[in-house]
């Protein structure tokens, strides 16, 4: 466990010892690692004596921690006094050692007096979610099953099929017989999704976000390149889809595995910056482009012949 854990767990099970009649404070925390948006609990108890009151400020600031939740506990009564105790929810959307700080605590006392005493500070590390590194992929929790009936069923299958042949026949009743004309000539097939996708990330390390300091509009443009490519590459909904359902969807239609797992690397790497908060360099940000286009460029088949071009028209008759 690093430093600023083991000071915090330390400082957890050490009560101040105070002269009779003193007030006192303790602070708790439930846990000292904690990943990216997890509820941590920190409980403050203060001794105090009979008849006076303790009090939390009324705006409470923890930063970097946010306050989700702040409650008071019933007062307790001790052989020295009485124990008042709060307890806060507190989250964290930022990465590394962080630090809560002292949280004053005013103690009121009967004839008016008030002592204010200070919680300890605690260091909790704050890691990225965690991810499996062997590459294994969870496989797809099958439908759940919805109790139709079967003449239902029978109606919305025949139903589509009938009109759809209602709409055929009419067709043919009504096509002029006798015009057979020139079919059109085809148009130019479509740029292979790894070329343009290689194109779009070489415009945007051309691009001036990183030098304007818009670190995170970078990563999200790279990260919507790369599900872009995997839409219409795969055919799989990327850039609807939450990392662990793209993930998902490419184990569904058969993607290589050591694409998934690259193409997991970067896209939670871009989702550190979009909602961790996270900041990486310039140089940083430029290496994770390189390892974007090392996955495009490793996914890309064996190319087929070019076929051959199309006829300006074809006649028929």
Do not use: N
């Not at 009090?55 to 702040?70: G, H, I, Y």
């Amino acid at each position: 466990m690093r430093r600023a854990a083991l000071l915090s767990v330390l400082g957890a099970s050490i009560w101040a010892t105070p002269a009779l009649g003193q007030a006192s404070v303790r602070t708790e925390v439930d846990t000292t690692v904690a990943t990216v948006g997890d509820r941590i609990t920190l409980t403050v108890s203060v001794d105090h004596p009979t008849g006076s009151r303790a009090r939390l400020p009324d705006s409470v600031s923890v930063q970097p921690f946010e306050v989700l939740a702040l409650r008071a506990l019933p007062v307790e009564t001790t052989p020295d006094g009485a124990r008042s105790s709060f307890e806060l929810a507190l989250t964290v959307f930022e990465l590394g050692e962080l630090e809560v700080p002292g949280i004053p605590v005013e103690v009121v006392a009967a004839d008016g007096t008030v002592e204010v005493l200070e919680t300890d500070r605690y260091g909790i590390e704050v890691v990225s979610v965690g991810a499996d590194e062997t590459g294994d992929i969870r496989g797809i929790r099958g439908p759940l099953g919805i109790p139709i009936s079967s003449w239902v069923v029978a109606l919305w299958v025949l139903l589509p099929l009938l009109v759809a042949a209602g709409l055929y026949l009419l067709a043919r009743r009504l096509r002029p017989r006798g015009e057979d004309r020139p079919l059109p000539a085809l148009g130019p097939l479509a740029r292979p999704a790894h070329e343009v996708a290689l194109e779009a990330l070489a415009e945007l390390e051309a691009s001036p976000l990183l030098e304007q300091g818009q670190v995170k509009e970078f990563h999200i443009a790279a990260s919507d390149i790369l599900r872009t490519y995997v839409e219409e590459r795969f055919r799989v909904e990327a850039l609807e889809m939450t990392t662990r359902e793209v993930l998902d969807g490419l184990a569904s239609a058969g993607a290589d595995a050591s694409f998934r797992v690259g193409l997991r690397t970067f896209l939670e790497a871009c989702d550190l910056v979009k909602f961790a908060k996270a900041r990486p360099t310039a140089d940083e940000s430029l290496a994770a482009l390189q390892l974007a286009r090392r996955i495009i460029v490793e996914s890309v088949a064996v190319a087929s012949p070019e076929p051959e071009p199309a006829t300006a028209g074809v006649e028929v008759g």
